[in-house]
């Protein structure tokens, strides 16, 4: 079990830290997928692979966590605000590219951004995200490409509103 388990934890550190966007939040989210993981291992399928089923765990806990938060609202205690850090703004055009790309994600459905997560960032195969998000494989690249179609769309748009200044270029204020 803690062969199979062991090597998929920085990716599912990476993939709960996409999801919650809180690092925190994210370790906390990983600990208790691979505490039920451990406690429910003789409930998995052993024809099934272990990295889709650990995947689906921490997905269903994710989405738990979401809906909860959503209910509760945010909650950030004072003392824990960085005030500076969050008045200032990117002055990088890479920062600036990678904000574009976490809101367009962020605005993206739920179901298109894990597809597109999973398969992007993380790697997996058509076949592991369908089974570790219960679906069939024709929903999950239909979801991949209409997500990616309308990630597009959104960066394109954000570059149409206020396409970044890059270097040796002069804005006009009129």
Known sequence: MQELLEPQ?????????????DATAADDLVQDCLERAVGRWHQRRPDGSPRAWVY????????????QAGRRGLHVAVEDTDHP????????????????VLRALDALPEAQRSVILLVSVEG????????????????????????????RELLAQREAEGRPVRRGELRSVK
């Open 9 to 21: 934890i920085p990716a599912l550190r990476r993939y709960a830290r996409a999801l919650l966007r």
């Open 56 to 67: 689906a765990i921490l997905h269903n806990l994710a989405m738990n966590r979401m809906r």
């Open 85 to 100: 850090a969050l008045a200032q703004r990117a002055t990088q055009e890479d920062g600036l590219r990678r904000d574009d």
């Open 124 to 151: 997996m195969r058509y076949a592991e995200v369908a089974k570790a998000l219960d679906l069939p494989l024709g929903t999950v690249m239909s979801r991949l490409a209409r997500g990616r179609e309308r990630l």
